[in-house]
């Protein structure tokens, strides 16, 4: 069965400090990566998904096959990226796509 | 482009009754999910509909059930509530494509809580 484990429940960092959020996953296939994050009294959204390469409000992630790792970066931490992130794995069953979701890391950026 | 929406925002039940929670999906969205969230916890999978069939669940007892409507919106029903189904419950839509890979959008959620 897969599994994602994000092993820190908060992590608080200064503003302009390097920020990095780990994810960790355990799946026997090919996995679909993604972050989502959830700001303050909003829904929760992508902020970024492995296969798009893409670099969203500054931060990346790289799918590592090997350590079975999928950490969010970014180098300079901003007070406006305080939210709760999570990593999700996704994956197609016989019957449809599911999410699985690790349990959260929230990040809180100090002036 | 109009997002999901989810109805209602937050409801108190008691034990033993049942609930229906409603969930719109975004404008060209043909497939649903629900997630229910614990405090302190990520979302879990409850099932997915496409085309208006069950397309996939997760370890939820049968009590929990869904429909999807021809409009692509869906809803949940909760029968014989339990205190531990006190949560809050989201809805996502996505378009399906034949990979996993598709992105799934959020509503809000509808926040239950049980008595």
């Known amino acids: 069965a897969q599994r994602v484990t994000q092993p820190e429940k908060l992590l608080s960092v200064f503003k302009g400090a390097p920020v990095e959020l780990k994810c960790n996953y355990s799946?026997?296939?090919?996995?679909?990566l993604f972050w989502y994050v959830q700001y303050s009294r909003q829904r929760l959204q992508l902020l970024l998904r492995h296969i798009s390469r893409e670099s969203i409000k500054g931060f990346t992630a790289d799918l590592n096959k090997g350590e079975t790792s999928f950490h969010l970066k970014k180098p300079f931490a901003q007070e406006e990226d305080s939210a709760m992130y999570y990593c999700a794995l996704s994956k197609l069953t016989g019957g449809g796509n599911k999410l699985t979701f690790g349990t959260g890391t929230q990040l809180k950026v100090e002036l | 482009e109009t997002g999901v929406t989810q109805s209602p925002t937050h409801l108190i039940k008691t034990r033993g009754q049942q609930v229906t929670l409603r969930c719109s999906s975004q404008s060209g969205h043909n497939t649903v999910s629900w997630y229910q969230q614990a405090l302190g916890q990520g979302p879990q999978f409850i099932f997915q509909?496409?085309?208006?069939?069950?397309?996939g669940r997760g370890n939820f007892p049968p009590r929990f059930s869904g429909l999807q409507f021809p409009n692509y919106s869906s809803e949940l029903n909760v029968n014989a509530l339990e205190l531990d189904d006190s949560a809050l419950y989201l809805c996502?839509?996505?378009?399906?494509?034949?990979?996993?890979?598709?992105?799934?959008?959020f509503g809000p959620g509808t926040r239950l809580l049980v008595l």
């Open positions: 799946y026997s296939g090919s996995p679909e």
């Open positions: 996502a839509s996505s378009s399906r494509t034949s990979g996993a890979g598709e992105t799934q959008y």
């Open positions: 509909y496409y085309r208006e069939e069950e397309n």
